[in-house]
């Protein structure tokens, strides 16, 4: 029987009352998330109405070129000493070579500062960078002088190798890190992991050796050897673009200099592998000096790349649309790295 059958009604003169149910209150998690969509929302509608309204003088270089900015010196003078500057991780050098390439078209530039601050990064990348260095030098005839600041390691110090034979060109602050020379492929195996959960990995190869280097399953010592016979030859290049920068070096200094280290300024000097402890601007003085310049005569200038309210709303767009599948192909594929790494073991 239902619970209604006991209902008694109120008498006269008694209050009524009428249940009302109660609404619960959001979380705060979920009034955070309905913020952010809302914000989120408000800032896409503005970058869409920037890109779509915002006059073109004002909307960066329609083509993409690089500004380019006073550093220090005569702001009136017209003979210049161009910052090219390798920052960050180094990965394919399409950064440095617009910057090389800027320098490339201006006859006003005299002389070059080399300004590192890097880790280094994908062996490809590192020798693309010094390679367009070194044409650079070798077309324009220009002097080029390296600044280190807080790290110029493995790939970073294989660019610095473009100053060639000149002397008293490298120079590190006395706080810099530099070397880790050397090379590493990166190999990480779940083949453990995937044994534990019952997956196997019967991926089918046209060859025995294709595929060397899959996370999926453990390296056969023939594998091994195909890695390291690659890491082999890519370290014996890395050597001989140090002794083709740093010719008085001696056998025993790149013996000792090579073995994957990194070292504070006041090592790297007695490796032969810097010249003198300091800082940017005596940097650019070596480079006034080699260019037959004084203060008074030149001006510093860097490179800026400009970016538009158009080029934020691509770019993030683009970080969207990257497909997951894509990064775990790129996370996976072996690659040899002159990267300053900190030991795993």
Same mark, same amino acid.
């Given at each position: 029987?239902?619970?209604?059958?006991?209902?008694?009604?109120?008498?006269?003169?008694?209050?009524?009352?009428?249940?009302?149910?109660?609404?619960?209150?959001?979380?705060?998690?979920?009034?955070?998330?309905?913020?952010?969509?809302?914000?989120?929302?408000?800032?896409?509608?503005?970058?869409?109405?920037?890109?779509?309204?915002?006059?073109?003088?004002?909307?960066? /270089?329609?083509?993409?070129?690089?500004?380019? @900015?006073?550093? %220090?010196?005569?702001? !009136?003078? $017209?003979?210049?000493?161009? =910052?090219?500057?390798?920052?960050?991780?180094?990965?394919?050098g399409?950064?440095?070579k617009?910057?090389?390439?800027?320098?490339?078209a201006? /006859?006003?530039?005299?002389?070059?500062?080399? @300004?590192?601050? %890097?880790?280094?990064? !994908?062996? $490809?990348?590192?020798?693309? =960078?010094?390679h367009?260095?070194?044409?650079?030098?070798?077309?324009?005839?220009?002097?080029?002088?390296?600044?280190?600041?807080?790290?110029?390691?493995?790939?970073?110090?294989?660019?610095?190798?473009?100053?060639?034979?000149?002397?008293?060109?490298?120079?590190?602050?006395?706080?810099?890190?530099?070397?880790?020379?050397?090379?590493?492929?990166?190999?990480y195996?779940?083949?453990?992991?995937?044994?534990?959960?019952?997956?196997?990995?019967?991926?089918?190869?046209?060859?025995?050796?294709?595929g060397?280097?899959s996370?999926?399953?453990?390296?056969?010592?023939?594998?091994?050897?195909?890695?390291?016979?690659?890491?082999?030859?890519?370290?014996?290049?890395?050597?001989?673009?140090?002794?083709?920068?740093?010719?008085?070096?001696?056998?025993?200094?790149?013996?000792?200099?090579?073995?994957?280290?990194?070292?504070?300024?006041?090592?790297a000097?007695?490796?032969?592998?810097?010249?003198?402890?300091?800082?940017?601007?005596?940097?650019?003085?070596?480079?006034?000096?080699?260019?037959?310049?004084?203060?008074?005569?030149?001006?510093?200038?860097?490179y800026h790349?400009?970016?538009?309210?158009?080029?934020?709303?691509?770019?993030?767009?683009?970080?969207?649309?990257?497909?997951?599948?894509?990064?775990?192909?790129?996370?996976?594929?072996p690659?040899?790295?002159?990267?300053?790494?900190?030991?795993?073991?």
């Amino acid at each position: 029987m239902s619970s209604y059958s006991n209902y008694v009604p109120p008498g006269p003169g008694q209050p009524v009352y009428i249940a009302v149910p109660m609404q619960q209150p959001r979380s705060v998690l979920s009034r955070l998330f309905s913020m952010f969509q809302w914000l989120a929302f408000a800032f896409f509608l503005m970058v869409m109405v920037t890109a779509v309204f915002m006059p073109s003088s004002l909307s960066g /270089d329609p083509d993409n070129k690089l500004e380019e @900015r006073y550093h %220090s010196l005569s702001k !009136t003078a $017209t003979q210049k000493v161009a =910052i090219i500057e390798i920052d960050g991780t180094i990965m394919d050098g399409k950064a440095v070579k617009k910057q090389i390439d800027k320098v490339r078209a201006d /006859d006003e530039v005299k002389a070059v500062v080399v @300004r590192i601050d %890097s880790p280094g990064g !994908t062996v $490809t990348g590192s020798d693309f =960078i010094y390679h367009h260095l070194r044409k650079l030098v070798d077309d324009r005839k220009l002097p080029l002088v390296v600044s280190m600041g807080s790290l110029a390691a493995s790939g970073g110090y294989y660019s610095a190798m473009a100053c060639g034979k000149q002397e008293n060109v490298i120079f590190a602050e006395p706080t810099t890190w530099t070397g880790s020379i050397g090379v590493l492929i990166p190999h990480y195996s779940v083949a453990g992991l995937m044994e534990k959960l019952e997956i196997e990995d019967d991926t089918i190869k046209s060859a025995p050796l294709k595929g060397v280097g899959s996370p999926t399953k453990r390296m056969t010592p023939e594998e091994k050897a195909v890695l390291e016979g690659l890491v082999t030859e890519s370290f014996d290049r890395f050597k001989g673009i140090v002794k083709s920068g740093r010719p008085k070096i001696t056998p025993e200094q790149l013996k000792q200099a090579t073995t994957g280290q990194v070292f504070t300024t006041a090592q790297a000097m007695k490796l032969g592998l810097v010249d003198k402890e300091g800082f940017i601007e005596d940097a650019i003085g070596r480079a006034l000096e080699l260019a037959s310049l004084n203060k008074d005569s030149a001006k510093v200038v860097r490179y800026h790349q400009p970016s538009t309210a158009f080029d934020v709303l691509m770019g993030a767009s683009a970080a969207m649309q990257k497909s997951d599948l894509s990064t775990l192909f790129d996370l996976t594929t072996p690659r040899a790295y002159y990267l300053f790494a900190l030991p795993t073991e």
